[in-house]
């Protein structure tokens, strides 16, 4: 089935996309099926990102460009070396990756996952700041900033939690 992209409102009207209110349950096997991706101004005119954010975990894929369509091909390309980082076996970002060969683009629903990704774009939108030129700044610096973005939970006695620890746990689990 592909991935569901849920898109900011900002976002689909630069992408010139329509979201419906999209609805599925993964794969079989499918542990990265749900997204939400959000544009990040950079402080250099008219340069922006788009932040892929994964529900539940928030693990983050930043990339070049102002819309879903032109930064999908970084999106499936920078994704497996981020799971490497994090700890996922060749075979599972295999598995992950055959899935990403399509989307649909959906209307956002969680709340919450949008409270944090606005959070993230603060300490993001920073961080472009500090680069000389659009350029050079470094999307595999920022990505890992974000794994490490600490973030509440509501699972009792384990109050906060990184992407890098929501995956750790997940897949020490299985």
Known sequence: MGVILHAVQKLLN???????????????GQLLHSWYARLIKTGFSGKLLVMYVHEPSLLTVIC????IGKTWDEFVNRLPALLRKIGFSEHLIQSEMSF?????VAKTSSKAILGHMNDMIVMLEYQCKRYPSYESISE??????????????RNKGLHYITSVGYWKDFLEDR
Do not use: C, F, H, W
């Not at 070049?64 to 819309?67: A, E, I, L, N, V």
């Open 14 to 28: 630069t992408s010139r996309l329509e979201a419906v209110q999209y609805i599925s349950e993964p794969d079989q």
């Open 64 to 67: 070049k460009g102002k819309t």
């Open 100 to 104: 990403m060969n399509n989307y649909i």
């Open 140 to 153: 595999d610096e920022l990505e890992n900033n974000m794994t490490q973005y600490l973030y509440g939970t």
